[in-house]
């Protein structure tokens, strides 16, 4: 049998060296040619594939290629053989020099030793004495495998080797086995000598990823997460039934066909010789019962092992101690046994016949359902069930496992268990209304992950309630059909089902369906804006709140409230009910809607009217944030990319934290495609436009747009009324930022010919402002100034920070062009201090280069021109170009324009630099400091963009700048 194990062990491939940079240091270092007066003996242990010849291997190839002194090392594989000091004798062949001062059977000349004892003493003083003329380094590989000869001979040399130098490696497979030589050595080599040890333990969870990320480096992370667990469980984190389970997998192509067929789940060869290799350890009586505890599951209470077992408990127990020291079993804290590899548990449930199975997992069933003082898992009953063919019990068992994972909001997980119970309940003879309410508890669990394959459930749903003529189960396929076509954004398809999907419910007083779909109606309504339909279906929802007990439709009902007074100009109430609606959803467990209602409360709500509340946006940001993640994490999604950050990036924008925003800001073209609520897909849109104008990037920003709104006469369609009215702002500020006033005036025409028929106070507001904007720009200050100060008293009466701040710009702008000096700094520095209170350090910004630039023109202030340079540097590291431009122009203007923008100072200096004189001549002409010289010289080549002052001394006059 040994020589059987050690071809097995031969015929596999070593594992990659992950995780053992430590050790592999370690054996380098030791492996080196030492000192006289050092010695190191080192005893490297662990499991079948945990890479000890590998490491063995790789630290004697690394210190073969260091220059060191001459020496001899030499590593040998040990076998089970029944010549005497086999190892010891392939290690002599190498060093003729070492042999000849060895005696018989060892060395070559020496005359014959009398005894093993005489021989072991005679071999071990002439190694030492060959140390002393040149260091010795000896590694023995698998010594478990060593005779007892071999081993009494390496624990002499060990003995001497402290005072050598003399180093000597050692590798040994663990568990060690009672009875044969390796059990008495390894103890008295750690006894009786210097030695330490080197224990090899599995992979981690990153070092198997590590190994997967080698093998396939473009699998997506989800194919790589779900790989990852699969390897993990049955590999225990030994990289060489890693490497053996990947070594199957093709290519990243083939990954998920593997998964989703389960094909990791059939053993190659290898991973089977793997498993009987371990088995082999353990008596054929051990074997039977981890047989039994093979079909219980993956791990298994002693209890139930004894229900079912014919043996008695003494017997078991001492069965499972045999399995557990073979390392085939680990106990875990609550005193159940798992195994340890799923390979070995999978090999143990091949090698048992179908008959025999189907009838223990029966008595598995049986023993679980029978079981008193406790609760089996129902997922257990559901697996045994279906192993034992009892199809009935395991189809009911898998829907309610499908039930509790859904109450938690793991997805997947219930998605599995759904699907599980429809495939068996053809096969069970299931009635079809109950095959149908399987199908759509699945194709729920389908939405947030794969939406064309939900849509294909619901619509199978439908067509075979159609056909039998189930007008109830029919009904409830068509409501959440119209939900997911509403969150994909077909939401005028959504409310033709709906239209006649309700007075149906109505009718038949389905309440729960009933309540479900006007839901999806007010979504759609309120997404519209159209708020007249928003009242009636509140009004309705309301109407039943008794009936249903769902508090969650009562956190939807302040939602819409909320949002309707924002757009009516009535903001008083709609913070506190929004952020009660979020408490309620939070308490109630349901975190993916409870996410989405921090959003809408910051897009919707806070971000017109409680911007003057920072500590409340701070606080919603990190609710929202965590909200989302907490959702995204539960339904097993990444918890990277959530879908209500994005709406939070506009408060860092704002904030002037824009490295930030642009962290939380999804790709807002790539976005379009992906299965998300088109309410999330607009507001990116909205936003990164923001950027990319503030960036001084207008075309970018019109194309970002184009999705939303491409042209003027385009109908608004699925997208959502609010980010419909924020786009067609911002296409209108593009157009006046660029002189293209006839495209702007048609924005604006688009953006009232909308209000006329939606009411809406913000959008209102938005109209106003952009039509001061126009009178500024065609010079008709009289005109700007009533409509300006107009929208700043709506904006100040509904609390609409963001458009109060750009007013008192405008009203500003319109006072000064009127010689009103006074009065327009007084608006500006009003929207100042507001910005300033409301922690948007970006608005505040472009407010102070407002009120620069009525100073400028009025000439009713000092500028410092120093404070300007300043201000344009943090923008320019911002990235706000188009305020940088601003800035420029008006640092031209008080400069007389000089070419490349430079100022007085800068133009006094760069006549010094033509003259060829240094920076501290220049100091000294200019009574300024040398590095003050050295900052002007920076700008300078900057602004000439040009790399040294002979360049800059060139350009200067080319372009005449000192004339």
Request: aromatic share 6%.
């Amino acid at each position: 049998m040994r020589t059987q194990r050690s071809q097995t062990r031969q015929q596999l491939a070593l594992p990659q060296l992950v995780e053992r940079d430590e050790e592999l240091a370690a054996l380098t270092s030791a492996v080196r040619l030492r000192a006289p007066d050092e010695a190191e003996i080192i005893l490297v242990v662990g499991e079948i594939g945990a890479g000890k010849s590998e490491l063995l291997r790789a630290a004697l190839d690394r210190a073969e290629t260091d220059a060191e002194p001459s020496g001899f090392r030499a590593l040998v594989a040990c076998h089970p053989s029944d010549i005497p000091y086999a190892p010891w004798i392939s290690i002599l062949e190498r060093s003729g020099a070492i042999a000849a001062d060895i005696p018989e059977p060892l060395g070559d000349r020496s005359p014959a030793a009398q005894g093993p004892n005489i021989l072991i003493q005679r071999a071990s003083h002439a190694l030492a004495a060959a140390s002393r003329e040149q260091p010795i380094a000896l590694i023995f590989d698998d010594i478990q495998w060593a005779d007892a000869s071999t081993l009494d001979l390496l624990l002499a040399v060990a003995r001497q080797a402290h005072e050598l130098p003399f180093t000597i490696i050692l590798g040994c497979e663990t568990p060690l086995r009672e009875g044969e030589p390796i059990a008495r050595f390894v103890p008295a080599l750690l006894r009786e000598t210097a030695a330490h040890s080197i224990e090899l333990g599995p992979l981690s969870h990153d070092g198997i990823e590590q190994v997967i990320r080698r093998r396939f480096p473009d699998l997506p992370a989800p194919q790589r997460e779900e790989l990852l667990h699969h390897v993990r469980q049955w590999s225990g984190g030994n990289p060489l039934y890693t490497l053996e389970m990947l070594a199957g997998i093709h290519d990243a192509a083939d990954v998920t066909h593997a998964l989703a067929t389960r094909r990791l789940d059939s053993l190659s060869f290898s991973l089977k010789q793997l498993a009987e290799y371990r088995l082999e350890q353990i008596s054929p009586q051990a074997r039977e019962t981890i047989e039994l505890a093979a079909v219980v599951g993956d791990s298994f209470d002693l209890d139930l092992l004894n229900a079912i077992s014919e043996r008695g408990m003494d017997d078991l127990i001492n069965e499972l101690e045999e399995a557990l020291d073979a390392g085939i079993l680990a106990e875990e804290r609550d005193g159940r046994l798992r195994f340890r590899y799923g390979v070995v548990r999978q090999l143990l449930t091949e090698t048992q016949s179908s008959l025999r199975r189907r009838h223990r997992h029966r008595a598995v069933l049986r023993a679980l359902q029978e079981a008193e003082g406790r609760r089996p898992s129902t997922l257990d009953i559901a697996r045994h069930a279906e192993a034992a063919g009892d199809l009935v019990t395991a189809v009911g068992a898998f829907e309610e496992a499908g039930h509790q994972a859904a109450r938690f909001f793991n997805m997947p997980e219930a998605g599995q268990h759904y699907r599980k119970a429809l495939e068996l309940s053809d096969q069970a003879g299931s009635a079809p209304s109950y095959q149908d309410l399987l199908r759509l508890q699945y194709a729920d669990c389908l939405v947030r992950r794969d939406v064309p394959a939900a849509i294909r459930e619901f619509e199978k749903v439908e067509g075979s309630a159609f056909v039998r003529g189930d007008a109830p189960m029919r009904d409830r396929a068509r409501q959440r059909h119209a939900t997911i076509l509403y969150e994909i954004g077909r939401r005028d398809e959504a409310r033709d089902i709906l239209d006649d999907l309700i007075p149906d419910l109505q009718a038949r007083e389905d309440w729960p369906t009933l309540a479900d779909a006007l839901v999806c109606a007010l979504y759609c309504a309120a997404l519209d804006s159209d708020f007249g339909s928003v009242d009636l279906l509140v009004e309705s929802l309301e109407a039943i709140f008794d009936r249903i007990d769902n508090a969650g439709y009562q956190a939807l009902a302040l939602v819409v409230k909320s949002v309707a007074d924002v757009a009516r100009g009535r903001p008083a109430r709609a913070s506190s009910m929004m952020r009660q609606a979020i408490t309620i959803a939070e308490e109630i467990g349901q975190f993916d809607i409870a996410a989405p209602y921090s959003a809408v409360t910051f897009m919707r709500v806070d971000l017109f009217a409680n911007l003057h509340r920072p500590e409340q946006i701070h606080e919603l940001v990190a609710w929202g944030q965590r909200l989302d993640a907490e959702g995204n994490r539960r339904a097993g999604l990444s918890v990277d990319v959530c879908d209500c950050t994005p709406e939070f990036a506009l408060w860092y924008f704002l904030r002037s934290e824009w490295e930030q925003a642009r962290d939380f800001l999804l790709d807002p073209i790539a976005i379009r495609d992906e299965p998300r609520p088109q309410s999330p897909k607009d507001n990116v849109t909205v936003i990164s436009a923001e950027l990319a104008l503030a960036r001084s990037e207008p075309g970018e920003a019109s194309k970002i747009l184009e999705y939303i709104a491409p042209t003027p006469l385009t109908p608004i369609g699925d997208h959502g009324y609010q980010p419909w009215l924020m786009a067609v702002d911002l296409r209108a500020r593009i157009a006046l930022a660029t002189g293209d006033l006839k495209s702007a005036q048609e924005w604006l025409h688009a953006l009232d010919r909308e209000l006329e028929h939606k009411p809406h106070v913000p959008g209102e507001l938005m109209l106003d402002l952009n039509r001061a904007r126009t009178h500024l720009i065609e010079g008709q200050a009289a005109l700007a100034e009533p409509v300006a100060e107009a929208a700043v008293n709506t904006a100040r009466r509904t609390q609409n920070v963001l458009a109060q701040i750009d007013g008192l710009q405008l009203h500003g702008r319109s006072l000064a062009a009127q010689g009103h000096a006074e009065r327009a700094t007084g608006a500006v520095e009003e929207a100042i201090v507001l910005a300033r209170r409301c922690q948007l350090f970006y608005l505040e910004t472009l407010s102070r280069i407002t009120l620069f630039e009525i100073a400028a023109e009025l000439g009713s202030g000092q500028l410092k021109q120093d404070e300007l340079e300043a201000l344009r540097a943090e923008l320019r590291e911002l990235g706000a170009h188009a305020a940088e431009e601003r800035l420029t122009t008006l640092l031209h203007k008080l400069n007389n324009v000089r070419p490349g923008g430079l100022t007085r100072r800068e133009i006094e200096v760069l006549g010094l630099i033509v003259e060829g004189k240094t920076d501290n001549e220049i100091a000294e002409v200019l009574f300024i400091s040398p590095r003050t010289v050295s900052t002007h010289v920076g700008n300078m080549l900057a602004k000439a963009d040009v790399i040294n002052r002979v360049e800059l001394a060139t350009w200067a006059h080319q372009n005449n700048a000192l004339a």
